[in-house]
């Protein structure tokens, strides 16, 4: 079998619990996104960050937000059944983000090509896109509920250099 197409959050919960416990982000009560499933099949998280969240006065720091992007991407993919390692992640920081204010972080899964995957996200603030990011991420053997079609034999663990030479060693993975 394959991943499920439509998201379940009876599903992200499983697989977060049983492979993902130990994740800084989810097991975190400061950082733990909780997701609704939005109408397009994407989910979406809102949370406020403090001033203890700030870089810089009135600026949330870069790479919590790149943390709660790559989360939600990663919990959107366990929703869909597959547990997945980020292989490649591009954020485009378009405006700051201010602490204190209802953020929504949304997330949505672009293709499936097993054991490949292609995500988009983005941050928001009074319905404004402050940030935008998209990934590739790789399927883990034995992380899935059921078995991924084309896994290819992947094994885990798998490090960083490997993901990255299995991303670019293929010809248009994810078009």
């Not at 397009?40 to 403090?50: M, N, Q, S, V």
């Not at 204190?100 to 988009?120: G, H, K, Q, W, Y």
């Not at 996200?121 to 940030?131: G, K, N």
């Amino acid at each position: 079998m394959s991943f499920v197409a439509y998201p379940s959050l009876e599903l992200l919960e499983d697989l977060r619990r049983v492979h993902h416990s130990k994740c800084f982000a989810c097991a975190s009560d400061v950082f733990r996104l909780e997701f609704t499933v939005i109408p397009d099949g994407g989910l979406e998280a809102i949370r406020a960050f403090g001033d203890g969240c700030c870089s810089y006065d009135g600026l949330v720091h870069g790479g919590l937000l790149s943390l709660c992007i790559d989360e939600a991407m990663t919990c959107n993919l366990m929703a869909h059944g597959v547990v997945g390692v980020t292989g490649r992640l591009n954020l485009r920081y378009l405006h700051p983000v201010r602490p204190d204010v209802p953020t929504v972080i949304r997330t949505r899964l672009c293709s499936a090509n097993p054991p490949l995957f292609e995500m988009e996200a983005s941050i928001l603030q009074h319905e404004a896109v402050l940030v935008r990011a998209n990934a590739k991420f790789m399927s883990r053997s034995g992380g899935e509920r059921r078995p991924a079609s084309g896994s290819g034999g992947l094994t885990a663990p798998l490090s960083c250099a490997a993901v990255e030479t299995s991303l670019t060693s293929r010809t248009n993975p994810l078009s």
